[in-house]
């Protein structure tokens, strides 16, 4: 049945006064996450962690749809959180619902966070920002780092066996890129993660060689601060994403999404690093043990 004239007019006027399409975009990418985790129960056990995982980020971007909409002076600290969840849905589920749901909580997120009410309280000019700040964040992310990690760092070769490297903090920033390559090492070429960022901060940092005929080393530090075209070069990565989803990322394994939000971090982080490189190093409390 439809609408009486003037039961339109009040939904319309209740529509420009918040964010109402950010709610509903972050309402339907939380839908279609939820789609495939609630299949039948034998497709649910094949998915593991990843579909119960789907199910817990696909409830949480409904929910923060419907703060946008009745809680809209929330909406900055929502549109915050619901892009996090948006951007680690492809790490965390089915490729962040084959792309889809992820993609229309990034979208509904970035209008959510530009919305602003007009002098009339609907949306104003702010319409035009809310539309394109979605593709100004992939257009801004995605190609920065694209075909960056495409090859090694020429002249430079890693060891054979990946050093062990604990850290409790992993916290980048300027993250631009993670990809697949290869890395010359004295035994051939060994499948690594790429990941570039403009800088990054480990806290309680351990790194413990494991060269083959060699006494084992152990470098030590309080906190290492790198900085300047930060490229690293792991083998395995693991660690609880905002400490509390915990992942392991391999070359051959579970990808690392393609763009990650610059306050994302990691703790209780273990990695298999091959090499790294940056332009600046610092550390505090500096100490190498055999």
């Known amino acids: 049945m439809l609408l009486r004239p003037d039961a339109r007019a009040a939904f319309r006027s209740w529509r420009r006064t ?14 279609e996450l939820l789609v495939v985790p609630l299949s039948p129960l034998t497709v649910l056990v094949s998915l593991g962690l990843g579909g119960l995982a789907a199910i ?14 009745w809680l809209p002076s929330a909406r900055h600290y929502v549109s915050i959180n619901a892009l996090i969840l948006s951007v680690l849905s492809f790490a965390a589920t089915n490729l962040g619902g084959f792309l889809v749901g992820m993609l229309l909580g990034i979208a509904g997120s970035a209008m ?11 949306s104003g000019g702010s319409k035009g920002l809310a539309v394109l700040l979605p593709l ?3 257009a801004a992310l995605v190609p920065a780092g ?15 066996v990946p050093a062990a490297v604990t850290t409790t903090r992993f916290a980048p920033h300027g993250f631009a890129f993670a990809g697949v390559g290869q890395l010359p090492t004295a ?5 690594v993660m790429m990941l570039t960022m403009g800088a990054a901060s480990l806290t309680d940092y351990r790194m413990t060689t494991r060269d083959k005929g060699n006494p084992e080393l152990a470098l030590t530090a309080g906190k290492l601060d790198l900085s300047g075209h930060v490229t690293l070069y792991l083998t395995r ?6 400490g509390l989803l915990c992942v392991t990322f391999s070359p051959d394994g579970l990808p690392v999404p393609p763009v990650i939000p610059p306050f994302v971090f990691m703790t209780r982080v273990t ?6 490189t940056a332009d600046l190093i610092v550390a505090d409390g500096l100490r190498l043990t055999v």
């Open 18 to 31: 918040r964010p109402f399409w950010a709610g509903l975009l972050l309402m339907l990418g939380g839908t």
């Open 56 to 69: 817990g980020i696909g409830l949480a971007l409904i929910a923060a749809g419907q703060f946008l909409w």
């Open 112 to 122: 959510g966070f530009g919305w602003t009410p007009g002098a009339s309280g609907g």
């Open 136 to 138: 100004a964040l992939l």
């Open 146 to 160: 694209t075909g960056r990690a495409e090859a090694a760092p020429q002249g430079l070769r890693a060891a054979a």
């Open 187 to 191: 035994e051939g070429p060994v499948k």
């Open 237 to 242: 990565f693991s660690g609880c994403l905002e």
């Open 271 to 276: 990695a298999e690093q091959a090499l790294v």
